[in-house]
């Protein structure tokens, strides 16, 4: 997984990419985890380029947004693929996070 972070004014943008399975999960919650104690703490996960999501890693974006909400800030997902949409739906984490279309919407909340 290639994980790439913008840190701006008013959020940090996670750009994820590839397969966020158990061998990136490490990896996952230390980006998360930089992006929830950043100010504001408001963290986008641009999730376009995601194309496998395990458990684990869901577990890890959970968490994050747990933290971010207890810090005032938030975590939202942007334009997960079908497939990643499927599952957010499936274990009704679509109602937990706020998806987006683009980073640019996200923003603009």
């Known amino acids: 997984m290639d994980i790439t972070t913008e840190v701006l004014d008013e959020a940090t943008i996670i750009h994820f990419s590839g397969a966020a399975d158990v061998t990136a999960v490490a990896e996952i919650r ?52 079908r497939r990643i949409a499927d599952i957010l739906a499936t274990t009704q984490l679509d109602r937990l996070f706020d998806i987006f279309e683009n980073v640019e919407t996200a923003l603009a909340r």
Do not use: K, M, N
């Not at 950043?38 to 959970?62: E, Q």
């Not at 994050?64 to 975590?75: I, L």
């Open 30 to 81: 230390r980006a998360l985890g930089e992006g929830v104690s950043a100010t504001p703490c408001r963290v986008v996960c641009d999730l376009s380029g995601t194309s496998y999501i395990c458990s684990d890693a869901l577990g890890a974006f959970i968490s994050a947004h747990e933290e971010a909400r207890e810090a005032g800030g938030c975590v939202c997902l942007v334009h997960p693929q």
